[in-house]
């Protein structure tokens, strides 16, 4: 069982990226999924959780309005599209698979997570 993350890199403030999660070894659909992040010297925080069925999501309110998590079950995948970036949207992201159904912003609720992807937002 296996989650990759993937496509960070380095953008300007204000630019957007597209981060996608491919789920491989099993399938996804009756968990859901989230976005995480880890900034360097800071401890891992919530981004955005979607449910099973993609029909509802949760954000942080530090990235509500400027990010969209989507998913498509029938690929196995999960998105994170990251708009009006800022430079301290910088850190690692992780996309995790859920023990619940339902959408959740606690990292306890997780039980598969994936290696990460490094996006850098410069000022």
């Known amino acids: 069982v296996q989650l990759q993350a993937s496509g960070g890199g380095l953008v300007q403030a204000g630019d957007s990226l597209r981060l996608s999660c491919t789920a491989s070894?099993?399938?996804?659909?009756?968990?859901?999924m989230g976005w995480f992040r880890q900034a360097p010297g800071k401890e891992r925080e919530f981004v955005a959780s979607?449910?099973?069925?993609?029909?509802?999501?949760y954000y942080a309110d530090s990235v509500k309005g400027r990010f969209t998590i989507s998913r498509d079950n029938a690929n196995n995948m999960v998105y994170l599209q990251m708009n009006t970036l800022k430079p301290e949207d910088t850190a690692v992201y992780y996309c995790?698979?859920?023990?619940?159904?339902?959408?959740?912003?606690?990292?306890?609720?997780?039980?598969?997570w994936g290696q990460g992807t490094q996006v850098t937002v410069s000022s």
């Open positions: 995790a698979a859920a023990r619940t159904l339902a959408e959740s912003p606690f990292a306890r609720n997780y039980n598969f």
């Open positions: 979607v449910s099973f069925d993609g029909r509802r999501t």
């Open positions: 070894g099993r399938t996804f659909s009756r968990n859901a």
